[in-house]
């Protein structure tokens, strides 16, 4: 019964090579989002998206790009991979926040990447 | 820009209770989770704060001060599993952007 699930669990891969990491929710949530937890365990957020709107964290290269088949679905893609970009990264799911509502985000349990 | 500011570390001893206190400065403010991360796994959350005062669950409580930027955690009859980082993250907008987090607190508990 995971609610949010990522795969794959861990990733390692060479510099210059692009993967992917796939991310679904069963919580009927509206609201999906990727975060990256560096070596120093600080979380930030990378991208936050719904069928309405995608709003990318202005800090991120734009080799990465999210992708969303589905509502219950939305996938990291990562292109020319390099070594900066080992972390692990945390996908997260949330009903569509309105203003004054409890909006708890949800963490799926996270995909170490290890660019070598 | 955004600051949210918490401990880097913190002990405790077991049955005690312990305060970890954040501060934000944020753009805007729709609301402070707390998180807590255990080692190698994913954030869990913990609680909700929206409006001034302090929300409890069981052993654990948050507190929130919008006018001072301000909240913290209290945990109550620490127990050893307890051990672990809390995160405080500041929601700043009303649409769909995550969550802002600070860089959180490891905290030790000792028998």
């Known amino acids: 019964d995971t609610a949010v699930s990522q795969t794959p669990k861990y990733l390692v891969t060479q510099m210059g090579n692009d993967k992917s990491i796939k991310c679904e929710q069963n919580?009927?949530?509206?609201?999906m989002y990727w975060y990256k937890q560096d070596s120093k365990k600080f979380l930030k957020i990378m991208f936050s998206?719904?069928?309405?709107?995608?709003?990318i964290n202005e800090t991120v290269p734009n080799r990465f790009s999210p992708k969303s088949p589905d509502k219950a679905h939305l996938n990291l893609h990562i292109n020319s991979l390099e070594l900066g970009d080992s972390a692990v990264y945390f996908c997260?799911?949330?009903?569509?926040?309105?203003?004054?509502?409890?909006?708890?985000?949800?963490f799926g349990p996270g995909t170490r990447l290890t660019v070598l | 820009g955004q600051n949210i500011d918490q401990p880097t570390e913190m002990t405790a001893t077991e049955g005690a209770i312990v305060q970890i206190n954040c501060t934000y400065q944020?753009?805007?403010?729709?609301?402070l989770f707390w998180y807590q991360q255990h080692a190698g796994e994913a954030p869990t959350f913990l609680s909700y704060?929206?409006?001034?005062g302090l929300e409890e669950k069981g052993r654990f409580s948050s507190f929130l001060s919008r006018s001072k930027g301000y909240s913290y955690l209290l945990l109550k009859e620490l127990q050893m599993k307890d051990s672990a980082s809390y995160l405080c993250?500041?929601?700043?907008?009303?649409?769909?952007?995550?969550?802002?987090f600070g860089k959180g607190t490891h905290l030790i508990i000792q028998p």
């Open positions: 997260a799911s949330s009903q569509f926040p309105l203003s004054g509502r409890r909006d708890t985000q949800y």
């Open positions: 919580l009927g949530h509206d609201t």
């Open positions: 998206y719904n069928n309405k709107e995608l709003i």
């Open positions: 944020t753009s805007g403010f729709n609301g």
């Open positions: 704060n929206v409006l001034d």
């Open positions: 993250a500041v929601r700043e907008g009303g649409g769909a952007d995550g969550l802002t």
